[in-house]
């Protein structure tokens, strides 16, 4: 299982699930789930239409997600921000379908590109994904401050200096770089799964965000660890099982939260603030 | 219960003895009050002290721990109450004009698809009339100013004509002049068509011309009466708790804690600086 | 009628036996979808009906693998699907949403391994393609009184609940004073939502019948101030677009003799988009001249 063309694939994971818990905590926080979903369907089209001119899938990834990222974050001021995400992402979908019908390789190309061929990664692709990873990475350590800020008190940030819009932009470009380096590793499909279910587990655990960050990246790891082994033992496509590990990890923090959550309210009234809409 | 002269209205809301416990915490105790026919009454306390909640009771939307609340003497039946929510937000973007909003109110709950009558057609008319909406009866809900939007709610409310008409914080957002215009429109409502209002607000100044009785809740306990028994020193004192001043400057009223911590105001907005 | 598009149709498109199918399949869907779409824009619900697309292709890839129509299995999924959201809650709206993608994510990985059981399986490719990407063109004719039985239920669901949706969608508070049983429109919502998402994800495939169903409303929203009138032009932008769709992919056979046709979904998604761009651009001059209210700025 730790042989050669292996090795790619557990490095080539780790990576991606690193950065994906990283991120990740960031796309919970600022609730960007379907921002998540769209960039990762742009680069579909951008990595088929690569595949279609013979160009390096990794560019036409980057390119066009990045060019996803800047469309969401300027349409998004304008019409109704989730009609035009959702009709972004399936446009794009709709021109990778295309340029892949024109391609020889249809149906497997599909399949890989949107569940993702961890097996598939050479070492010659080892090296630009995980340059990207840590860039993304780097980034977001840049900014952690005032993305945060702006994240949660966007107001109070903008007052500050701190422009959402631009922050907005930033994210997206980042979440964009992340999409580019994971798709060819987990798919376009499932790497929204890998961003958002872990780190969502990881805030069931603890209220301290950077502890939840961490938390995200370890389970984002042990998600992908599981799965490559799983798929290999079982020869099922490692897709199945990074999104069912992912579910099975946030339905599992959730768990946890709520019976703790009933063990404190019972010995003592609880002092929990009323619901909204019910104060008066 | 029902009118025993001539003169004497019909008592249309019956709240007695209402407590509200919610999430362990005692939210009302013990409320008691009655409403009759053409009154205006203005339901005055700050936010958190349980307007809203004591609304939403008299609407049916919470089951009180303990009391009963009747309307019209019969068990609740929702067509008799008209409510205008606080809060609405109405997307631009959302196809419904002003008077397809008034007309949901006659049948809005009603399955099946809407039958066009002419009489309907001007049933809303009429009602859109009432308010002084007329002007954009033809426009989008989402498009429309809050003191619009406002009015195409209360006319939404009435057009079932009902016998008492609830409004939760309807002047909070509205520049002055759309509040005096709100005001003299539900007071004018009352008196024409012998409509029981209730609203619901934290700044009793702008209801002291029409309120009829007031009905004061703090600290989840209620004082009702006209406004000169129940807006005195003595009365909210004993309501409190805490030691309190009721200071008249001009016409309006304002309501201030004693000693204590931070001064507890009611009335003219944030500071005593505004005086009119 | 078809003297000036002519030129565009090809040879024998309309004798064509698959097409023919295409037409009133799509013709129906598109009608199905415009209507339930100009609801679920209205009530900002385009997540959960691009979520249950999406979690429809676990089923619809197992009944593939079960030998049957991947309509039933889509039926079966998102019906299941809008079950579990209906009981996670209408609370946050931000939990909502995080726990529908959390549920897609693992829809899509059990997805992920029925499509891969139906490649291994039947040793052909078509399960992919035709689950994701639809598959309009190949339905056989077996299936289209069950489309149709289908269509009429979720439209009838739709029209019954006609104006305690708009109310529910103004404010949740106001519906339930005024009698309206909150949760059972929720559910019949869902559930009209649920069977018009399958039928389209059957045309035009699972991860492309978002278009459908709010690209066209989207548009008509835009253009008119009456729910009735929206969710007619919903579905006649939604009829246009899918049968101007099946007749380019159709004509691509002749203009592109090499690749063997472009695919139809492409087709539609493309036209409802560039109508929307075109709604966006054309009514925004004209939204500040309609504005017939005087009074200040929204406030």
Redesign the interface.
Known sequence: MFSGLMLNAWESASIVAIVAGVVGFFIVLRGSAFAAHALPNGAFAGAAGASLIGVDAIAGLAVFSILGALTIAGLGRRARHDVATALVIVVMLGLGSLFLSMTTEYAPEIYSLLFGEVLGVSSSELAPIAAIGVVCVAAILLIYRPLMFSSVMPDVAEARGIRSGRMEVAFLVVVALTTTMAVPVVGALLIFSLLISPAAAARSFTSKPLTAMGLSVLIALGTVWSAIALSYLSNLPIGFFVGSIGAATYAAGRGWATWRRNRRASPRPSSQALQPGVAG | MQADSATEPAEVLAVDGVSVTLSGREILRDVTFHIHAGEFTGLIGSNGAGKTTLLRVILGLITPSAGTVRVESESRRRPLIGYVPQRITLDPDMPLRARDLVGLGIDGQRFGLPWPSSARHRLIDEMLESVDATRFAESRVGNLSGGEQQRILIAHALISRPRLLLLDEPLANLDIGSEQEVVALLSRIAKQQRIAVLISTHDMNPLLPVMDRIVYVANGRIATGTTDEVVSSESLTKLYGVHVDVIHVHDRILVVAGRRDAPLQHGGGESIVEVV | MTGFLSPLIEPGFFANAPVQTALLVGGIVAVVSGVVG?FT??R?Q??AG?SLA?IGTAGGSAAFLLGISPLFGFVAMNLLAAGVMESIGIRRP?GR??A???????????A??F??LD?TASST??A??NV??GSIFTLPSSLVPFIGVFSVVALALV??????L??T???S????????PIRLVGIVYLVALAVAVSLSAVAI?A??S??LL??PA?T???I????G??ALIAAAIGVVATWLGVLLAYDSYYWFPT??G??V??FV??V??LV?LLS?VRVRPRAGA??????????
Do not use: C
């Open positions: 100009t824009v209205m900002g385009s997540f691009h999406d931000r949403d995080l529908t993608g959390i549920v897609l994510g693992g829809a899509l990985g059990i992920a391994l499509l891969y490649t490719t078509g992919t393609i994701l990407f029209l019954a609940m006609y104006r305690p708009i109310l969608s103004i404010s508070d106001l519906a339930k004073a005024q009698g309206v495939g991860i492309l978002t278009a709010i690209g989207a008509a929203l835009r008119t101030n009456r729910t009138y929206a690749g063997g472009w695919p979904s492409f998604v493309t409802v988009f929307y966006q309609r504005r017939e209210s005087t009074a200040a700025e929204t406030g």
